[in-house]
């Protein structure tokens, strides 16, 4: 049975990332502490690693030859292509073409994504938050680079429930990955005129984190958007996964509740997923833009409040839009 990639990909971690903006349940992703830039491990290539016989062009869907059943005790890492543009360094965000296999059986564990002109995955060069086979096959390598990678199951997913996966600890995998690009992580949009009423932001010139300072006034009792910076890039469509850097603050403290920031990676995932206020501002947006959205609870956490977040509390996100795919 064929798992999905974001299952392949997503650790406790993101998972819990994905569920934390679900809406009516939970609505927005829970705080984390910044995760360390994995130093890179240089994995080297091996006789296994070689084995594997990959043909065709960089972003094209490889074919793919294993010859099963292949048995490893280590992780090797053999580079086909080597790219020439930025390096995946530790702890960065990078978009990913994916073929993965069981490497007992040959077979397929999904379905081959972000080739053949289909929208990349993006991943953060992170142990704490993506597998390590993963993190493994891609770390410090350039853009336009492809390369294969054969370990262990259970070196490959760490702590992941294989049995979810259909493996055993016994099982072999094969990963063969295209470092496709390493996308911004801040919006480059134009900048727009503030709108009267709303908190103003100021943004770190090295980093672009947004400092939101709430005015001495009552909330908006509807949620209300405006635009810090027009992009100028593929509109947002309802259900598209986006990947966006966002905070989130308290209208009634200014307290930052939540931020993307401080993980040190953008967050991606469906418009569909979250409540309906940070919707509400992601659809009918432009890739590049950097909106603002004030979220009564109506819109919110509604009456059921969450953590820190009061059932009367309303919220104030900065949201810079960096991708979106259908």
Do not use: H
């Amino acid at each position: 049975m064929r798992t999905s990639l974001k299952a392949l990909t997503a650790s406790a971690t993101a998972a819990l990332l994905v569920a934390g903006l679900a809406a009516c349940s939970s609505a927005e992703p829970s705080s984390t502490s910044t995760p360390a830039a994995n130093a890179c491990q240089n994995v080297k290539s091996g006789a296994t690693s070689k084995s594997v016989k990959v043909t065709g062009d960089y972003r094209a869907t490889p074919k793919v030859t294993i010859d099963a059943p292949l048995k490893t005790t280590d992780v090797e890492r053999t580079v086909l292509i080597k790219g020439k543009g930025a390096e995946a360094k530790g702890g960065s965000s990078v978009d990913i073409a994916l073929a993965a296999y069981n490497g007992t059986t040959g077979k397929e564990l999904t379905a081959a994504q972000g080739f053949d002109g289909s929208a990349a995955a993006t991943i953060q060069v992170n142990d704490t938050a993506y597998v390590p086979g993963l993190v493994r096959a891609v770390e410090c390598l350039p853009v336009g680079s492809r390369v294969v990678l054969t370990a262990p199951a259970k070196d490959a997913f760490g702590n992941q429930d294989l049995s979810k996966l259909s493996l055993t600890a016994k099982d072999s995998v094969v990963f063969v990955a295209d470092v496709v690009d390493l996308p911004p992580t801040r919006a480059n949009g134009k900048s727009v005129a503030p709108t009267a009423g709303f908190p103003t932001v100021k943004l770190n010139a090295k980093t672009g984190e947004p400092t939101i300072t709430i005015p001495k006034a009552d909330p908006p009792t509807e949620t209300k958007v405006a635009v810090l910076k027009q992009g100028d890039g593929e509109t947002v469509q309802p259900g598209d996964t986006v990947t966006v850097q966002y905070k989130g603050v308290l209208w009634r403290n200014g307290e930052v509740f939540d931020a993307s920031w401080t993980r040190g990676a953008p967050a991606s995932f469906q418009t569909t997923g979250v409540v309906a206020g940070f919707k509400k501002a992601l659809e009918g947006q432009k890739v590049g833009s950097q909106v603002i959205a004030i979220v009564p609870p109506a819109d919110g956490y509604g009456s059921a409040g969450s953590g820190d977040i009061k059932a009367t509390d309303t919220m104030v996100f900065v949201v810079d839009i960096l991708k979106t795919s259908r």
